[in-house]
């Protein structure tokens, strides 16, 4: 049934302009509960390659949690890891990620702890065969506060960078601040998928962000973010983002106005 690997809460600095816990702050916690997992069973050196993160009730300032893990799946050359996020004052499940880690050669196959899992029934992929459509979204460099134990980019770096990617494709749509503010909307992450290549960046590497939409629906949306090194144009991590425009009141989701899907989907993205 898995093993505990993190316990901690949210801290009121961590949550969005939204009210929730910040998407990149799971991954900074996850990230913990991995490397916690991944010793456990004896394959620090492994190195996860993608994954796939749900997000199914908010998590808000002060609010406790903790982290069960195990091995979902073992296969020849990786292993897939499931990790879930509970509330610790209700047990109310949160958050499952699940994580693909590539097993270097020599490597043993643990098979315990197992944990119970329910795999993704399909896989929209991250859009790789369109680039029409993309938008500018994010500039900057790497850090040394970002930089995690190896000496790499930290996982939480690379959905922060996300982040920005989303509010400026949201503004691009319309779902500017101003309406968002005026409207009391908001915008809520379901799920989260990332792919990362290697090498990872290093402190000091300049990196931009280009961000598309790949679906349109009446209250949700699908995006993808691509995050590359600026002087050289290679790709580092692909993100797929999925949300649902937000009723902060309710705290639910609410159809988009009809102009401003009229305005996103002028931005969906295409094939060149």
Not at 21 to 35: I, K, M, N, P, Q
Not at 36 to 42: P, V
Not at 185 to 197: H, K, N, P, Q, V
Request: net charge neutral; aromatic share 6%; glycine share 6%.
């Amino acid at each position: 049934m898995g093993i505990e690997t993190h316990r901690s809460m949210v801290k009121a600095w961590e949550c969005d302009s939204f009210g929730h816990f910040t998407v990149a702050y799971y991954f900074d916690r996850f990230a913990d509960a991995s490397a916690t997992l991944r010793e456990r069973i004896g394959i620090e050196r492994a190195r996860p390659v993608h994954y796939l993160a749900r997000f199914i009730a908010e998590l808000r300032a002060g609010e406790a949690f903790h982290f069960e893990s195990g091995i979902v799946v073992v296969k020849e050359d990786e292993l897939r890891l499931g990790h879930r996020l509970l509330n610790s004052a209700t047990g109310k499940l949160c958050t499952t990620v699940e994580e693909r880690v590539e097993l270097p050669a020599g490597a043993s196959r643990p098979s315990e702890p197992t944990i119970d899992w329910e795999p993704a029934k399909d896989d929209p992929g991250f859009a790789d065969e369109m680039s029409a459509g993309l938008v500018a979204s994010a500039r900057d460099r790497v850090r040394a506060s970002e930089i995690d134990a190896q000496g790499e980019l930290s996982l939480a770096s690379y959905v922060h960078r996300s982040s920005i990617g989303c509010i400026q494709l949201l503004t691009a749509m319309g779902l500017t601040p101003d309406y968002l503010r005026e409207a009391r909307r908001g915008f809520s992450t379901f799920e989260i998928a990332l792919r990362l290549e290697l090498p990872r960046p290093k402190a000091g590497e300049p990196l931009v962000v280009s961000s598309g939409l790949m679906q349109l629906g009446s209250s949700s949306v699908r995006m993808v973010h691509r995050i590359a090194e600026a002087r050289s144009g290679r790709r580092v991590a692909t993100l797929r983002q999925s949300g649902a425009h937000f009723d902060l009141v309710a705290r639910r989701s609410a159809p988009i106005p009809q102009e401003l899907r009229a305005k996103a989907a002028a931005l969906l993205m295409r094939a060149s």
